[in-house]
């Protein structure tokens, strides 16, 4: 089965930091771009982050530029978000999702990210 | 980076009615568009992409038309289960950039 699974979830203070991983099973990992979006609370969907298939080509929205890291370990068919100097406004469900060229045809369940004091 | 205006932003309409939705990327896209399907508590599913496509055990109710900067997606006949928000998103260009979402309420 083609699967996204999300990990990560968890509480952290304004300025703080918190890895998301996003593991993946039933296909080639390697032969796709991956993506992060997340969605705060009542909101609609907000692209984050993406990488390519082979780590070489990053991007990152404005909004989380200079914060956020994503990567991948293709070795571990798994691909990461790194992020530090939370704010409240980060507090989000985040989804990783696969690039399957005809849009996003795989997605995760998603992990919440809370950020309070 | 493209940007995708999504309209209305909800649209009420009653059970066995049809529904348009409207998508309008700032630059042409092509034909590569797809809509999602996003009901709460859930990930976004995929319905359509190279416009007019329907993904995989997406019901013939749902069609979608387009190319350029102007797509619709049409429910033919509202079933309960439709109503839920719908995102249009390009991925002809980095960033795959989304609409900001059309709300499908029951009238």
């Known amino acids: 089965e083609v699967q996204l699974v999300e990990s990560g979830e968890g509480l952290v203070q304004p300025g703080g930091s918190l890895r998301l991983s996003c593991a993946a099973s039933g296909f080639t990992f390697s032969s796709y771009a991956m993506h992060w979006v997340r969605q705060a609370p009542g909101k609609g969907l907000e692209y984050v982050s993406a990488?390519?298939?082979?780590?070489?080509?990053?991007y990152y929205a404005n909004s989380v530029k200079g914060r956020f890291t994503i990567s991948r370990d293709n070795s571990k068919n798994t691909v990461y978000l790194q992020m530090g100097s939370l704010r409240a406004e980060d507090m989000a469900v985040y989804y990783c999702a696969r690039d399957g060229w005809m849009g996003f045809d795989v997605w995760g369940q998603g992990t919440m990210v809370t950020v309070s004091s | 980076e493209i940007v995708m205006t999504q309209s209305p932003a909800t649209l009420s309409v009653s059970p066995g009615e049809r529904a348009t939705l409207s998508c309008r990327a700032s630059?042409?896209?092509?034909?590569?568009l797809a809509w999602y399907q996003q009901k709460p508590g859930q990930a976004p599913r995929l319905l359509i992409y190279v416009a007019s496509t329907r993904a995989t055990g997406i019901p013939a109710r749902f069609s979608g038309s387009g190319s350029g900067t102007e797509f619709t997606l049409t429910i033919s006949s509202l079933q309960s289960e439709d109503f839920a928000v719908y995102y249009c998103q390009q991925y002809n260009n980095w960033p795959r950039s989304f609409g900001q979402g059309t709300k499908l309420e029951i009238k």
């Open positions: 630059q042409s896209v092509n034909s590569n």
């Open positions: 990488i390519s298939s082979n780590g070489g080509s990053t």
